[in-house]
Nanobody, 121 residues
Framework: QLVESGGGSVQAGGSLRLPCEVSGDTFNADWMAWFRKALGKEREGVATIHMRDGDTAYANSVKGRFTIYRDNALHTMYLQMDTLKPEDTAMYYC?????????????????WGRGTQVTVS
């Protein structure tokens, strides 16, 4: 089970932190990632992290502004979003993958949360 939270409305330039709480066997996945889907657009990968090594990868559109990290003790993965822009407005989803290197390919991720809405104005 994956449960996202932390979404809301924020002005451009502001920050939000999105937690994704993980329960059950889902936490044994190798990779966890954040995806987002804006109205009228396809879902896109934002950032991914290896749950043991801590290796990360980011979409070019968020590099330098977003940070993905995890707290294994709390079974929670986070997306820290700074310097938010209106184009970051979307529903944000967390997902897990057991692929060796899933990158940010949606097909590689098999467990999904229900999402949390982020609106930047």
């Amino acid at each position: 089970q994956l449960v996202e939270s932390g979404g809301g409305s924020v002005q451009a330039g502001g920050s939000l932190r999105l937690p994704c709480e993980v329960s059950g066997d889902t936490f044994n996945a190798d990779w966890m990632a954040w995806f987002r889907k804006a109205l009228g657009k396809e879902r896109e990968g934002v950032a991914t992290i290896h749950m043991r090594d801590g290796d990360t990868a980011y979409a070019n559109s968020v590099k330098g502004r977003f940070t993905i990290y995890r707290d294994n003790a709390l079974h929670t993965m986070y997306l820290q979003m700074d310097t938010l822009k209106p184009e970051d407005t979307a529903m944000y989803y967390c997902a897990t993958s057991s692929w060796g290197w899933p990158e940010l390919k949606e097909v590689a991720y098999h467990n999904w949360g229900r999402g949390t809405q982020v609106t930047v104005s």
